[in-house]
């Protein structure tokens, strides 16, 4: 009776994918992302390149041009002062994303700080959150409306005040995420063998946070673009000189009904522009949370 010699086992090491497979394969598995990609890449050509979109001056009054409806000559017509709301609204769209971005960053920023030394220090866990709940309890916009109110109109002032009010909400999601990461088997040999405390949030801590934080970003950065409009429409915002969509829609409330372009047209661009940053933060939830990812 002789015996049978096992079958040789070979490992077969697939290569890697060519970097154009991975990229398609990536957008066809995450179709949002892409999606919301090319709206909010679209929005920024246009306030990078205004100028060339929209080669007139935005601040240009011809009062006997005033109230023309869309035409060849101009686009989105004319508003009460004959100026062209084509220009004004592709020139608005700096505004907005400039304070959406900027809000985004610093409010990211100092509550991804602010949110690691309080979910990983008991004691100033106890003073900070204190405070970040009082801050939640006003509304973010009666907040940023009763700053203005204090300070001078400008961009500055507005970034400002929209992003302390947005500063509690990512300290609480980054002090959520650190509280559960602290007890954590690595994180206590880590701290047993003697490592420093900012090495233990840099190395350890920081990378577990960064996939939630950037979905949190996306959605201060839509918040506060609509934050933004809402404070120029009320005549809190940015000032009158300035075209943002909130002034252009603020200007233009009073002849809605024999010139409702003036109007429309700002608030269509404003509407893209959230819908855009909104449909990227969804489609990078889904694709960073990896539970998601696993049902998909």
């Not at 809402?230 to 300035?242: D, H, K, Q, R, Y």
Request: glycine letters at 8%; charged letters at 15%.
């Amino acid at each position: 009776m002789t015996a049978t010699t096992p079958a040789a086992v070979i490992d077969i090491i697939e290569p890697p994918k060519p970097i154009g497979q991975q990229i398609v394969e990536f957008c066809r598995r995450n179709t949002t992302v892409v999606f919301g990609s090319i709206l909010l890449l679209s929005m920024v050509i246009i306030a990078i390149f205004a100028p060339f979109f929209a080669p007139g001056d935005p601040l240009a009054l011809a009062p006997a041009r005033r109230l023309r409806p869309p035409s060849e000559t101009y686009w989105f017509g004319t508003d009460m002062f004959g100026r062209d709301v084509f220009t004004r609204t592709i020139y608005g769209t700096r505004i907005s994303l400039i304070v959406g971005i900027s809000v985004s960053f610093l409010s990211t920023l100092i509550g991804l700080v602010i949110g690691m030394l309080s979910g990983y220090v008991r004691m100033v866990d106890a003073i900070v959150m204190r405070i970040m709940d009082g801050l939640m309890a006003i509304p973010g916009i009666l907040l940023a409306i009763a700053m203005m109110a204090l300070t001078k109109a400008s961009v500055e002032n507005v970034v400002i005040a929209i992003t302390i009010p947005e500063i509690p909400r990512v300290v609480r999601l980054v002090r959520g995420v650190v509280l559960q990461i602290r007890e954590q088997p690595y994180i206590e040999a880590a701290q047993s063998i003697g490592t420093r405390f900012h090495r233990i949030l840099i190395k350890h801590i920081l990378p577990n946070i960064m996939a939630p934080l950037i979905v949190q970003a996306t959605y201060i950065c839509a918040a506060a673009v609509l934050i933004e409009a809402g404070l120029s429409f009320l005549g809190a915002g940015t000032p009158p000189n300035i075209p943002s969509w909130g002034n252009i829609m603020a200007e233009g409330r009073t002849f809605f009904q024999i010139a409702f372009w003036i109007i429309l047209f700002p608030g269509l661009f404003l509407s893209v522009t959230v819908l855009a940053i909104n449909l990227l933060g969804d489609g990078l939830r889904d694709a960073l949370d990896p539970r998601l990812a696993r049902r998909m």
